[in-house]
């Protein structure tokens, strides 16, 4: 809406002042937060690292979709936590909970009919309630075993209606509890590599070499005393820009790559009469096929090379790759 049409309306501040207004609301709310922290977030830290189920957390409307994303925030950092919408659960989801569970319930007002319905059956349970809500006094929080405030002086929805500055808090709160959460169980990178296996910080965590490599036939590898033909056709039929050279034993002694060939032509010397033993690359570089595919991409740069033989504990030949397999497995 252009400014003259707010005008029009009776709005006298611009749109950029109206946005700037709502995010110093939010940010002043979440630090009157920060600073009104007690014993109650640290009991409800406990709770949750000495939880032997799951943590369950519920919410109705917008509360939902902020305990959603708290649920979803938890799990991915090592606390196993779903999301239960509390009017399913008063229709068979409650089967959901366990004993050994932690539910956190949130609501602003502290007063939502669809939580409090079920609240006594949780507590029959045996699970314990951790209740976030902007109301001290409300009979969610008096009935829960921790209780943590997360009221606001005031909404950035200028009708003071809309749930704005206490979504936001809450959902700060609950990101305060599960990186809390997280530190003290020392969750780690890898950890949260396996939680986020499609991630690009799950594939450079988890992937290895020989999830990407070439295997069997599709590795090229020719024999040192092999013509220099019958290396380029090697080359050509595998496609990997290079190929791998080896002794009577089976065991790679060099490696002959597309550089190499263009040198060779630069030096005339003769395709038909010239050995791969004469033009290969000796002491190649290699990888173990057990490493980390980033350990791959981080050697053919420090090398500055576009392609590896990979090999086992022995010094076998096992496959290669080069910077494009990287690629496709998004490594880089």
Not at 271 to 280: D, G, P, W
Request: hydrophobic content about 45%.
């Amino acid at each position: 809406m252009g400014i003259s049409k707010l005008q029009k309306i009776g709005v006298t501040k611009t749109p950029l002042e109206l946005a700037r207004e709502v995010l110093q609301i939010e940010a002043r709310e979440v630090e009157a937060l920060a600073n009104r922290l007690d014993q109650s977030f640290v009991q409800a830290v406990d709770l949750i690292l000495q939880c032997q189920g799951r943590v369950v957390v519920s919410g109705m409307g917008k509360s939902g979709h902020i305990g959603s994303k708290i649920a979803s925030t938890l799990a991915s950092t090592g606390t196993p936590a779903f999301f239960m919408h509390p009017g399913e659960a008063s229709h068979g989801d409650l089967g959901m909970i366990t004993k050994d569970d932690v539910v956190i319930a949130l609501s602003n007002s502290g007063e939502s009919d669809e939580l409090l319905t079920i609240l006594p059956m949780i507590k029959r349970l045996g699970a314990k309630v951790v209740s976030i809500t902007g109301n001290p006094a409300s009979l969610l929080a008096r009935e829960s075993d921790v209780h943590l405030d997360a009221s606001v002086s005031e909404e950035a929805c200028p009708l003071g209606l809309a749930p704005t500055a206490s979504s936001t808090a809450a959902l700060a709160l609950g990101d305060a509890l599960a990186v809390t959460v997280l530190v003290l169980r020392g969750f780690s990178e890898e950890d949260f590599a396996f939680s986020h296996p499609g991630g690009r910080l799950g594939r450079r965590l988890l992937l290895r070499v020989s999830d990407i490599m070439r295997k069997g036939t599709a590795v090229p590898a020719i024999s040192e005393s092999a013509s220099l033909s019958d290396g380029l056709l090697e080359m050509s039929r595998k496609g990997l820009g290079m190929t791998a050279v080896l002794d009577s034993q089976q065991k790679p002694v060099g490696v002959f790559t597309d550089g190499d060939l263009r040198r060779a032509f630069e030096q005339g010397v003769s395709v038909a009469a010239t050995t791969m033993q004469q033009v290969m690359h000796r002491n190649p570089a290699s990888i173990r096929e057990g490493q980390l595919a980033v350990d791959a991409v981080e050697l053919m740069e420090q090398k500055k090379i576009t392609s590896l033989i990979v090999v086992d504990e022995l010094g076998n030949l096992t496959g290669a790759l080069n910077m494009h397999d990287l690629l496709l497995a998004k490594v880089v």
